[in-house]
């Protein structure tokens, strides 16, 4: 007579290679999130601009720290706003 195995509670049913299983919940950010995109989308927009005669290294540099803290304080408002109310 065989018998399942009982299921075990909040963990999956594939195996993990030796690695212990962490809760859907707590998965921290993989290098190339989303973030790390924008960046990158960020600096090629503004490397093409340095192809104009009147934009430099100067105003590259500029507009790298103005758009990207722009993007920055978005997604830190943007975040805050899901926080749950304790």
Do not use: C, H
């Amino acid at each position: 007579m065989s018998t399942t195995p009982p299921e075990q509670p909040g963990g999956s049913t594939r195996p993990t290679m030796g690695m212990p299983s962490i809760p859907s919940g707590a998965r921290m950010p993989i290098p190339g999130n989303a973030e790390f995109a924008a960046l990158v989308a960020l600096e090629i927009f503004l490397a093409i601009l340095l192809l104009d005669d009147q934009w430099n290294a100067n105003d590259w540099a500029f507009g790298t720290v103005i758009l990207g803290a722009a993007y920055l304080l978005s997604r830190g408002i943007a975040k805050a706003s899901r926080v749950l109310e304790q």
